[in-house]
């Protein structure tokens, strides 16, 4: 299949940032270390969560506790810099799907600065920006896992509620409270320590790269995923993607990489419209 040049132009930049990333940072734990440490402080009893810790302190966990809890089983026996080499490849792949299973294509996505220092930063919106897709698709549920994980994924739930689609609210909600109920049962310590963690942060601290409080963006994505669940499935589907976007609780240059979801969601839509077109 004959390639557009725009297309394998942007691929070639897309490549060449990958490179540069993985020569000059991959060399060296990021984000992704934090998680591996939080697993690694729950398997030797230590609390989950730094008092003092700010949202730019190196390595700190600033989620809830299920996502640490999952990553125990994998940090029992998998050392740190497995770990980072695994996630990156993790992130590599989701792209990947995201690009609809064209590694040209993923590339390309590369060229968009975000996703580029997204792979710097090896941080979690890509995997986010999967469970947005096949909770918009496929599962639900994933809303729920989302979540878990940065909460503003939870947006899924009303916009599925303002559609009508009472049936896919049932699940995400069923499994979102049966994920809590699990994880707070684990460790109920770790829970109260989140809450006073979360309790102690200034709502009003900068958390973003542009000048708006969490609380401010968290509202207005909530008022986009209700405006969104209005709009047909071709323009609800990707502004549900952008309000998920807003609405994270730490919106720095590298959040800005979760918008990549936008693009299977256009593409199926294409797809879907095509197949729709009578034969002649």
Known sequence: MKRPVWLLILAAIGASLLLVTAMARWGAPSDEHAYWLAARRIIEGQPLYDPAATIVTPFAYLYPPPLAQAMVPVAAIVPSWLFSAGWTV???????????????????????????????????????????????????ASFAVGAAIKVSPGLGIPYQAVRGEWRNVAIASAVGAAMLAVSVLLSPDAWRAYVDFALSVD??????????????????????????????????????????????????????????????????????RADRLPEI
Do not use: C, K, Y
């Open 203 to 272: 709502p009003l601290q900068q958390s973003s790269f542009v000048a708006i409080p969490f609380p401010v963006r968290a509202a207005a994505g909530l008022v986009l995923a209700l405006v969104a669940g209005r709009l047909p499935r071709w323009s609800g589907d990707p502004l549900l993607v952008v309000a998920v976007t807003l609405a994270l609780p730490s919106l720095w240059f590298t959040g800005l990489s979760l918008l990549v979801g936008i693009v299977p969601l256009v593409a199926a839509e294409r797809q879907a």
């Open 90 to 140: 993790l992130m590599g792949l989701a792209l990947f799907w995201l690009a609809g299973r064209d590694a040209i294509r993923a590339l390309a996505l590369v060229a968009f600065p975000p996703v580029a220092v997204e792979f710097w930063f090896r941080n979690v919106h890509l995997f986010l920006a999967v469970l947005i897709v096949l909770g918009l698709r496929h599962a639900s």
